[in-house]
């Protein structure tokens, strides 16, 4: 049964990159009920790395597939590329083995058949040319672009989805768009679409303090369907 023939309202996560503290993030989401989706590059599964970001070096220790496993169990596991290239500077075969090879990866390793995508990398990360070859040479079913709209109606176009807003890095946004969904009596089902890098709540303890909070907030409500964005956009 779709969730939109009891709900009208949903709420989905997704996040990038499979790092160590996402073993944290799982845990919260785990105590309030929330359901999200994790984008993994498979050839970078258990490398090491920091990033200097805000003035502060932030750890970026990615998870190794045992711990892919484990530790995402009761979430999703998406693809984001082998390498976390971007895709719009390949050629087409080079699109097609980045995006499928690593799906095939990701499948065997969770034991279920992985498609969901996350274009990766800042900036253009996708056009119609790549988005076609997904669509028509790989076994994905939705992939979830980096620019945002306000609109939370059901979108057609699953191979550029729109995400709504980064999680506490947006918390403003973030809480405009929420009031918005939890106040909506129409009839035409809507979803929230929320996304982010656990990284990123390390800038400052306050953030994971904030995304607790907001999880708390929504969690339990009978009117909203939490999902992975596969439960949730198929």
């Keep these: ?61 990615r998870l190794t597939a045992y711990d892919v496993k484990k530790v995402y169990e009761g979430h999703e596991i998406a693809s984001h590329t082998l390498l976390h290239k971007r895709l719009t500077e390949m050629t087409d075969e080079g699109v097609i083995e980045a995006v499928e090879k ?5 499948s065997e390793l969770v034991g279920y058949e992985v498609v969901g995508f996350a274009y990766p990398c800042g900036g253009v990360n996708h056009d119609d040319r790549v988005a076609g070859i997904i669509k ?5 079913k939705y992939a979830r672009t980096n620019k945002k709209t306000d609109s939370m109606q059901l979108q057609h176009d699953l191979y550029k989805f729109l995400p709504n807003v980064s999680h506490v890095m947006q918390g403003d946004r973030l809480d405009v ?25 390390d800038f400052d303890n306050k953030y ?12 339990g409500r009978k009117d909203i369907f939490f999902g992975t964005n596969k439960e949730v956009l198929l």
């Design 1 to 61: 049964m779709k969730w939109t023939e009891k709900y009208k309202k949903a709420i989905t996560f997704s996040y990038d990159d499979g790092i160590t503290q996402d073993i944290r993030l799982v845990e919260l989401m785990n105590k309030y009920g929330i359901k999200c989706t994790f984008n993994i590059n498979s050839e970078k599964m258990g490398m090491p790395s920091t990033l200097d970001r805000e003035g502060n070096t932030l750890s970026f220790y």
């Design 102 to 106: 690593d799906r095939l990866t990701l």
């Design 136 to 140: 028509e040479h790989t076994g994905v």
């Design 177 to 201: 768009l929420t009031e918005r969904l939890i106040n909506y009596n129409g009839d035409e089902p809507q979803i929230l679409y929320i996304y982010g890098h656990s990284f990123e709540l």
């Design 208 to 219: 994971w303090a904030k995304l607790e909070e907001y999880f708390k907030f929504i969690s």
